[in-house]
């Protein structure tokens, strides 16, 4: 029986389909996670099946320890075509061996025979585990905001039917693709440790007293418009807050009523700029079995049905002026008639006998 003969060496071209294979492989999987491992695990393997570049490894920096003195290491992180014993020997000091010396410099290296070396190591992979032809060893930097984090380093047979060039400039796509990765895993890890922080700021904020009022914050500011609620809450002012749309006005007023005896009675809100002119009398005040047309019963205004309670005057300045005069007697008389009404009735809710967090400019 003949032997068989050995296939005939790929072309250029055929290179090439190889280089494209890879790439579209791993960009494939970079979109399925944010973490890089998978992708950096599979363009180590495809570099090994598809461009002949073994044993490669991507080999990153310690996290720093207790000792800030102790000088920087690395170690493999990711491997294809090694042992768990030999990528758990593969740990460097900053500028030992050529893979040391590639993360301390951020420059490349390209050893074309490992045996006549005396800078390399053989610490992850021994000697004898190599084929005994001449091997290159080929490790580019990994970089970070161009600074040096890793390498990405590989065994190369160099008599093969593949110019080194070709190689080296895949290798320094990957390299900087690798560094990418790693990158955006550090900025998902920062945003995620940003947030696990924030949310427990929030929640031990959930636990002070402030958060009682639904008010959650501890800027001098806040601290003392709390201080001034809490003690207002305690008396029987009316309180007028002031403040642009939208920076929390109900919430105070919420608030007030919260910290005062009345928490457990009505807590009403009236939006004034949403009450039409002709019925903001009756709205307000009520009115009497027959004041008007329609008026088959009697109704409890807006002041009577917060009797006891708090309610909050929303957008006050959009009250008509004649409306205004009659709202100030109730707010200082502690009193008020019911349109149709002829008698004056006390209230006992917010305004007068107790507070009428009142509107907002």
Sequence with gaps: ?????????????????????????????????????????????????????????????????????????????????????????????????????????????????????????????????????????????????????????CHRIRSRQRHLNDDLSVLRVLATLAGQLLQLEQLVAEQTGQLQARNAVLAQALNTNTARYGLIGNSPPLLQALSELERV?????????????????????????????????????????????????SELFGYERGAFTGASTARAGWFEQANGGTIFLDEIGELPLAMQSKLLRTLQEGTLVRLGGKREAARECAPGGGHQPGPGA
Excluded at 50 to 70: E, F, K, Q, W
Excluded at 244 to 255: Q, Y
Excluded at 258 to 279: E, H, M, W
């Design 1 to 153: 029986m003949q032997p068989t003969p050995p296939p005939a060496p790929l072309t250029s071209g055929e290179w090439r389909e190889q280089e494209l294979l890879l790439m579209r492989e791993v960009m494939r999987l970079v979109g399925r996670s944010p973490a890089p491992a998978l992708a950096l695990r599979t363009m180590l393997h495809l570099m090994s099946e598809l461009l002949g570049l073994n044993r490669g490894r991507i080999v990153l920096s310690d996290p720093p320890g207790a000792d800030p003195g102790a000088p920087r290491s690395a170690s493999i992180q990711h491997a294809y075509g090694l042992t768990r014993q030999e990528v758990a020997r593969g740990h460097y000091l900053l500028g030992e061996g050529i893979t040391g010396r590639v993360l301390a410099s951020g420059q490349p290296a390209i050893v074309q025979d490992i045996d006549a070396e005396p800078l390399f190591l053989f610490r992850a992979v021994a000697r004898a585990q190599l084929p005994p032809e001449t091997v290159a060893f080929i490790a580019l930097p990994i970089e970070v905001n161009n600074l040096p984090i890793g390498v990405l380093a």
């Design 233 to 281: 809450s305690q008396t029987q002012a009316t309180v007028l807050l002031l403040g642009e749309s939208g920076t929390g006005k109900e919430l105070f007023a919420r608030a007030v009523h919260l910290a005062s005896g009345r928490r457990d009675q009505p807590f009403i809100k009236v939006n004034c700029s949403a009450i039409p002119d002709t019925l903001f009398e």
